[in-house]
């Protein structure tokens, strides 16, 4: 495969500043790290557009989860066919059933906070 895989792709994603998704991408964005989001509801936060349902991408090289357990089963398919390097399970949202697959399908699983992997050089 020659596509260089660099985007991270938020899935939660919320304009409302206070939602940790919407930190998450913009300390993504001040490290210059390219970003796509995924929300219910369309919006923006900075220069990211937040798209809704299951846009084709084919850059993504992070996904990192905002959308607890109870709420994965609809993306679970869409994310495995992202192809994506690794999925980081942000605190609350840790699923095992949805772990296995992703290692099942060769895909790294991070029970981590992306703010704090970003804030301590570990992203």
Same mark, same amino acid.
Do not use: W
């Given at each position: ?10 899935? /939660? ?21 390219? &970003? ?6 369309? /919006? ?7 798209? &809704?349902?299951?846009?084709?991408? &084919? ?20 994310v495995l ?24 399908? /060769? ?17």
């Open positions: 495969r020659t596509i260089m895989k660099t985007f991270t792709l938020v899935i /939660g994603a919320s304009e409302n500043p206070t939602r940790y998704s919407n930190m998450a991408i913009r300390r993504l964005r001040s490290h210059q790290l390219p &970003t796509h989001a995924i929300g219910l509801k369309p /919006g923006k936060v900075e220069d990211v557009i937040i798209e &809704t349902g299951h846009p084709a991408f &084919t850059d993504i090289d992070t996904v990192t989860l905002y959308i607890g357990p109870q709420h994965q089963d609809d993306i679970v398919s869409y066919s992202l192809q994506p390097r690794r999925v980081i399970f942000n605190p609350g949202t840790e699923n095992s059933r949805f772990q296995q697959q992703l290692l099942d399908a /060769g895909i790294q699983v991070e029970i981590a906070c992306t703010l704090v992997l970003l804030g301590t050089g570990q992203y």
